[in-house]
């Protein structure tokens, strides 16, 4: 009984970390950050109108007409890192439309959250610490198949788990889980 309510709750506080939070964040930068992304080139074709003039001025101080290719040289060193704060806030954007346009159907969803559930049964390390270093192995990669939601790949580990299902549980008293140092890998 505790051993199916640690495997619920890991899989459960998995799909909040790995699906559900990133999710929210890919709706969050399509819809707020689409809108920062705009604010930032506001203000960095603002900031760089205002030192453009700034420069002008300057030469104009000194007696002399403004050398608008030297200008322009300089206004793009110094907004360089402005520049590459942009490149990524449109990058963030393009990798959220990305996430969002290829979501599981609530059927598939369904079914790797279900595959999940029977492989953390099976190699979560706190469900079964007397793993093998194959299986532990193939606990990274049902992981990795997971948080990118490849139900396909998801499908064959389990495959390749019925292989290395000789794992035997634990007998544990409820002593000896309170004893035990529970470490996660999806902290």
């Not at 439309?97 to 390390?125: F, I, M, W």
Request: proline share 4%; charged share 30%; net charge positive.
């Amino acid at each position: 009984m505790i051993r199916e309510e640690l495997t619920k709750l890991l899989t459960e506080a998995d799909d909040l970390v790995r699906i559900v939070k990133p999710n929210l964040r890919a709706m969050y930068q399509t819809k707020i950050g689409a809108w920062e992304f705009r604010l930032l080139q506001v203000q960095y074709e603002a900031a760089r109108l205002k030192r453009k003039a700034e420069l002008a001025q300057a030469s104009l101080n000194q007696g002399r007409l403004p050398d608008w290719t030297a200008i322009e040289g300089e206004l793009e060193l110094e907004f360089l890192q402005r520049q590459v704060r942009i490149n990524e806030a449109a990058e963030r954007i393009k990798r959220a439309e990305s996430r969002l346009k290829n979501l599981l159907s609530p059927a598939d969803s369904h079914a790797l959250k279900k595959l999940c559930c029977a492989l953390v049964k099976k190699l979560h390390p706190d469900v079964n610490p007397a793993l093998t270093e194959d299986q532990t192995r193939l606990w990274l990669r049902v992981q990795e198949a997971y948080e990118a939601s490849d139900l396909q790949e998801l499908q064959a580990l389990a495959l390749l788990a019925e292989k290395h299902s000789e794992i035997q549980p634990p007998s544990a008293t409820r002593e000896t889980l309170r004893k035990q140092p529970w470490k996660t890998n999806w902290q």
